[in-house]
């Protein structure tokens, strides 16, 4: 079954085309590479027509039919569009990611195979001690020694650990799906990860948010990136209605009111 | 947005291409159209490759990989393809197809365009009794007099209903959600559905069967013969491991080991 | 299996139980009604505990948290919950339900039961005039001429397409997964629904909004009754946050921002 | 929001009642606790007589109607019963586990709160060789010396990583979400985890199964009890028509033929 790659009748999406096989690096071993493609904005607009009928087929109308659509939460045009990434990440942000349950994943595995010696170490810059007021987030700046200690410990850390995992493979031959139970989450994994437009926007909205965990939000940067060339005119519209958008709440919107 | 129509950097499935387009015409007024597609049987073992590791990379062992993941149930690989099809069906055989929720879907709006004067009326050959054994199927023959009659009744009802709806929709100009409610189950509507490889195996396993109605297994079929030519690998083993697999319980297990 | 009813271990939720058995007519032959249902408002909050730990665990703070939750778009705890429904519907109304994937349904099935003779037919006061500024909504005023016209045909219509079906069942014994091809959208079917309690809101997000055909919307309203006495807490925030809250999108933020 | 234990007029479930709050110990510090249920062998009986009608109301035929839904794959019904866990395992058992997309979570998160000095051990008798014939499993027995060797080796890294933990958070202050990264995946995690019962019978078939890693096949068991004793009717056609049943493959079955 080898690889044909030739011409097709399929609609293409230049904006995509140019990021396969294009891997964009993530920290210090990761990175993000787009491995096909279906769609692009025309198949937004195709099947908003088949749902919305015939009136609205004017071609200047179709900038304005995707931002109504995202507007109003009419999201099933979006997921007809997908993309497929390949990834690579420490285990501690595939474990966040994972979470996301619309999409469909092949992730290499550590009974089949040997995990190699590569562990994520963060770049100092990132180092921030505990945010006193956000119990899930990083606050003040560490020192250059505290900064040298934390990267020791985890490299001292990541080099026992690996060695014990090379002994228990090597001369005790211990089944590999126990021999791996020592390594750390800094582990690096990786995967193939199919999702559709709407829910990958999904999960950019919650993934590029400044709460999000830095090293996951690498990661959805990188996926930004490829979505806003491959989908240019619904990445304007998730930006303006949802990324940069802002929500009032009933009160916040009674106050606004009285304020007039 | 115009489509564009070129060369590709992705793989390119030729199975599939040659039903690009070509609509497979279903019952009286229905079809099923495939408009686009990710994937092929490489990316199966690509994707499954990924998870297992890199003892298995013989080409001549792609058609024994896919065969063993089907049979194990490693579902994921075969969720890396999609298919996405336009398709046209009386209402009741969508509310039947509508179960399967894994499936992306954007239907013609009834409330947003209006309903054209298609119905389905079934062919004679397809007219049965109501079967005495099976509550849900169809059993013995009508006479030629009794077709004529189921005929003669749906189409006059048919014409009156939707003389009734171009009514109400003309001179009163009801509201277009409102006058469509005096439509037959029996009237026409269209989708645009999209769905993986290992879900649409679930959908044809099902719909395929001698038990679902024979209306619905129509379009099961046309969906069947694009498949075929698009995954060969993968549809072999899907024909030999779940469609003519035959599963046997625990007693009938305790049986046949009697009698050997 | 007689089902027993008697004293549980389980959390009892008070605002649920007044609603056990207990159907709220909607349109001319439908109801909701709740058969069973899973938690309540201290389930969420227990759940999102063992997410965000020990530190949160001041009973006076359960509201803020569950606020806390909803607002930041925190969804799973709300997952925890679920609510069983007997409702039944005329079709085109499940049609447009059913597109709701995240739910459970057991719908009757004409293929082995009989339909009743019930067809929807609108309270006159709830005929109106396409809209002409909405492509999918009501507008203006019918004459009393004009409404009654409307029902008149409808009834009509009715009566004719239940006496095809009488027919085609009766003396020509026709397989009832035929006979029924020739009735309405307006025939009324009925399912079992279930849902969880993240799912429900946004399906009541988006069918008590006033673009919602108002069919659908006496079911979301009757549903909407029950999660406010069953889920107080929750539905205040879900109030607050979503169904009355307002989004403003990037362009509109900057205009507001200029007018301060 | 104090969470009322009282009389209700649910249906009650009494082999689950006897399971609330008792929790089923798994590995060395890990288990499998039951926390709220919906449904009983009843419900599920009940939901289908919604779809197949009034035609098999006889209460001896209930269990014949469930053996009959679980062997000709009508699923539906099954998804009406719902099972909350709170659950505590080893992070790589967690992983498994979360692949299974179709429940709903909430995990202890390691960004809010400390994780705990706990760490999987696993017992003399269940390390084992990697298999040569089965690349993902066990296969012969270790030496004495050889299983002290393995146990002292992950025991001395678990004090390690344990300790560099406590340093980071205690002097360094390092924020929690970094500090965690150094931890391995044999450290515990709890989460609840709420699934319906056609999904847990599809994920106790798969992990039940003798090929699943022997960790995760523990969690397995133990909701398997549980599920045995909620749900005695269907789990016995669970057993009959899924665990213990065996499915031959077309060759197979043409083979079969031949030998009669």
Not at 171 to 180: K, V
Not at 224 to 234: E, L, M, N, Q, S
């Amino acid at each position: 079954m080898p690889e044909e790659k030739e011409g097709t009748a399929r609609p293409v999406n230049p904006g995509a085309e140019q990021w396969l096989e294009k891997p964009i690096p993530c920290l210090d071993h990761g990175f993000v590479r787009l491995v096909d493609y279906m769609g692009n904005d025309a198949a937004i607009v195709q099947a908003a027509r088949v749902s919305y009928g015939a009136g609205t087929k004017k071609v200047s109308e179709d900038r304005g039919l995707v931002r109504y659509l995202l507007r109003n939460v009419h999201t099933t045009p979006f997921e007809m569009c997908e993309l497929k990434f390949h990834c690579k990440m420490p285990i501690f942000v595939a474990r966040q990611w994972i979470r996301h349950r619309t999409a469909n994943v092949n992730e290499y595995s550590a009974r089949y195979s040997e995990v190699k010696d590569e562990f994520y170490l963060p770049d100092p810059d990132v180092l921030k001690k505990q945010s006193s007021e956000n119990r899930q987030g990083r606050g003040e700046e560490l020192t250059d020694e505290q900064k040298r200690r934390v990267l020791y410990l985890l490299r001292a850390d990541y080099a026992q650990e690996y060695s014990t995992y090379e002994q228990l493979l090597g001369e005790i031959e211990l089944a590999r799906e126990l021999a791996r139970i020592g390594l750390s989450v800094a582990a690096y994994t990786q995967w193939y990860w199919k999702i559709d437009l709407h829910n990958l926007f999904h999960f950019l909205r919650l993934r590029l948010d400044s709460h999000a965990q830095y090293e996951i939000r690498v990661f959805a940067e990188a996926m930004a990136r490829i979505v806003k060339d491959a989908f240019p005119v619904a990445w304007e519209a998730f930006e303006d209605y949802r990324l940069k958008a802002v929500s009032f709440s009933r009160l916040e919107i009674e106050v606004l009111k009285t304020r007039q």
